[in-house]
């Protein structure tokens, strides 16, 4: 089968900072990736956002192209729904999970999805998953910021397909 960029998805539930947004947006742009988006997350339309993005694409502001995001709401139908289109579901964590690095995600389609900027993914949320990767980090680092893992672990699903 060959893979394409289709085949990775990132899902974030509930990213409310318009920094963050912005620079989600800008890694989809960069990688050419889809983003979604669920939960009580900011609007990527959101001026703060557009201002941000255009400070690192010049001219984004003057016609932004968000077509590669989408916000889907109920996080659980989302899931179900990534499922049922073939998707493998892993969500992301600090605390537990498998080390990215020792993951195969090299076959199939995989949606990644990241919890709340404040505090995760809960289990409850993990738990509908189809499993959970970390980046592995020393101590006495206790988790990375979205804008630190979300490109790593991105660039870690494009390469094992072999899509960079």
């Excluded at 990375?144 to 979300?150: E, G, W, Y």
């Amino acid at each position: 089968m060959v893979q394409d960029k289709k085949d990775v998805l990132l899902l974030f539930d509930a990213l409310r900072d318009p920094r963050d947004m912005a620079q989600m947006i800008h890694l989809a742009i960069a990688a050419g990736v889809k983003i979604e988006l669920s939960g009580n997350s900011i609007s990527p339309n959101h001026p703060k956002v557009i201002n941000i993005v255009d400070s690192w694409i010049l001219g984004f502001k003057k016609s932004p192209n968000l077509s590669m995001i989408e916000n889907k709401g109920d996080y659980f139908l989302r899931v179900e729904e990534l499922k049922k289109k073939g998707y493998a579901v892993l969500g992301t964590s600090s605390n537990f999970g498998e080390n990215i690095y020792k993951s195969d995600i090299s076959k199939g389609k995989h949606a990644i999805v990241f919890g709340t900027e404040t505090s995760g993914l809960s289990r409850e949320k993990a738990s509908v998953l189809d499993g959970v990767i970390k980046v592995p980090m020393k101590s006495p680092a206790k988790f990375f910021t979205i804008c630190v893992v979300a490109p790593v672990i991105l660039f870690e699903a494009l390469r094992q397909k072999k899509l960079i």
